[in-house]
């Protein structure tokens, strides 16, 4: 019996210490997500959590836009970097995802966690002196 448990023991400690490694490859692999997107004027690259690291506008822009098209072209190409970047950690997560957990519903708070969480255990009600019953 002794020798199951340790065995048993040992198979928990290498299965945890194998999701410390993955959660901490993909913490690091997120870190580093990045994405640009261009529509041949507007150029923006968005870093890790969708922050926008820059914006680059080709030199002919200026005369071939109106300002409100300018503004309406820079808040596009955000958009579409933001949503790359958010796609590219959605896939880095997923297979780190329990089942029944979407990465997109944990990201944005839309899930339930009791819902993933086995129910508690039942106690027997205490007996007459307030004691904790028999099973």
């Not at 690291?53 to 933001?82: C, M, N, W």
């Not at 590219?88 to 339930?112: K, N, Q, T, V, Y």
Request: charged share 35%.
């Amino acid at each position: 019996m002794h020798d199951d448990l340790q065995a048993a023991i040992e198979s928990l400690v290498e299965e945890y210490d194998r999701q410390v490694r993955e959660v901490r490859e993909a913490h690091a692999r997120l870190s580093e997500v990045t994405a640009t997107v261009s529509d041949g004027d507007v150029t923006v690259t968005a870093g890790p959590q969708g922050r926008i690291d820059e914006i680059v506008f080709h030199p002919r822009v200026y005369g071939r836009r109106s300002p409100t098209e300018l503004a309406r072209a820079v808040k596009e190409q955000i958009a579409r970097a933001q949503a790359e970047v958010a796609e590219r950690s959605r896939e880095i997560m997923a297979p780190l995802m329990p089942e029944g957990l979407d990465a997109e519903d944990a990201a944005g708070g839309g899930f339930d966690l009791g819902a993933l969480l086995p129910d508690p255990p039942v106690r027997p009600a205490p007996d007459r002196r307030g004691r904790e019953g028999r099973r």
